[in-house]
């Protein structure tokens, strides 16, 4: 007998959940936002600040899907998420994309590490890459991952050709060709560090099992 009780709590407890859950839902639909607050996961320009601002004010806070695609709209938002509570409050979390390059020959274009384009008035402090007529999103792409994985130098300049990547640092220059460039990586790192004097010179690793050092 107190089995069969104990069970039918447990089905009532069950059934009130599901209703307050239900009711929560026709809650937050039914009450209008009334106000929005925005964060951003990395620091984003009084600008960019303003353009987020702009969008904000122009659409209705309810019309969640308008409002997520006119942020996302934006060249430099890589991602939006909104959360909405019952009191009526809308938190929007801007995600900005990160530029890794700064893209030579434009005014303020940069790439993330994704190798996508976009304007950044941030653009006069970040290394330089230039773009060879006739080479692929893809390509591009792949040459950027070489700023994450090379963390021991600073890389100063990139040349992105059709199947081949060069980089500058201070005071060599490295032919990556197109593939393998964690493993290049740790070659080039064994070679520099196992140089008593200043590494100078260029390294060359376009050949399979062959790399070649000009000076």
Same mark, same amino acid.
């Given at each position: 007998?107190?089995?069969?009780?104990? &069970?039918?709590?447990?089905?009532?407890?069950?059934?009130? @959940?599901?209703?307050?859950?239900?009711?929560?839902?026709?809650?937050? =639909?039914?009450?209008?936002?009334?106000?929005?607050?925005?964060?951003?996961?990395?620091? #984003? %320009?009084?600008?960019?600040?303003?353009?987020?601002?702009?969008? !904000?004010?122009?659409?209705?806070?309810? /019309?969640?899907?308008?409002?997520?695609?006119?942020?996302?709209?934006? $060249?430099? !938002?890589?991602? #939006? &998420? @909104?959360?909405?509570?019952?009191?009526?409050?809308?938190?929007?979390?801007? %995600?900005?994309?990160?530029? =890794? !390059?700064?893209?030579?020959?434009?005014?303020?274009? =940069?790439?993330?590490?994704?190798?996508?384009?976009? /304007?950044?008035?941030?653009? +006069? $402090?970040?290394?330089? #890459?230039? @773009?060879?007529?006739? *080479?692929?999103?893809?390509?591009?792409?792949?040459?950027?991952?070489?700023?994450?994985? #090379? %963390?021991?130098?600073?890389?100063?300049?990139?040349?992105?050709?059709?199947?081949? *990547?060069?980089?500058?640092?201070?005071?060599?220059?490295?032919?990556?060709?197109? +593939?393998?460039?964690?493993?290049?990586?740790?070659?080039?790192?064994?070679?520099?560090?196992?140089?008593?004097?200043?590494?100078?010179?260029? @390294? /060359?690793?376009?050949?399979? +099992?062959? *790399?070649?050092?000009?000076?």
């Amino acid at each position: 007998m107190a089995k069969k009780k104990k &069970s039918r709590f447990k089905i009532r407890y069950l059934l009130i @959940l599901i209703l307050m859950y239900f009711l929560y839902k026709i809650l937050m =639909v039914s009450l209008p936002v009334d106000k929005a607050h925005i964060s951003y996961s990395q620091e #984003v %320009t009084e600008a960019g600040k303003n353009e987020i601002g702009k969008i !904000v004010k122009k659409i209705e806070l309810d /019309d969640l899907k308008e409002l997520r695609e006119s942020i996302e709209s934006l $060249s430099w !938002v890589e991602s #939006v &998420s @909104l959360h909405r509570n019952i009191l009526s409050k809308l938190k929007i979390e801007v %995600t900005p994309r990160v530029p =890794v !390059v700064r893209i030579a020959g434009t005014s303020g274009k =940069v790439l993330d590490r994704e190798g996508f384009a976009f /304007d950044s008035d941030r653009a +006069d $402090s970040m290394p330089i #890459v230039e @773009l060879s007529e006739g *080479v692929k999103e893809k390509e591009i792409a792949q040459a950027i991952r070489i700023f994450k994985i #090379v %963390t021991s130098f600073t890389i100063d300049e990139m040349q992105v050709n059709c199947g081949e *990547v060069r980089t500058k640092c201070s005071n060599f220059e490295v032919i990556w060709g197109n +593939d393998e460039f964690e493993r290049k990586y740790e070659i080039l790192k064994r070679i520099v560090r196992n140089n008593k004097s200043e590494f100078k010179g260029r @390294l /060359d690793f376009r050949f399979k +099992d062959m *790399v070649i050092l000009r000076r």
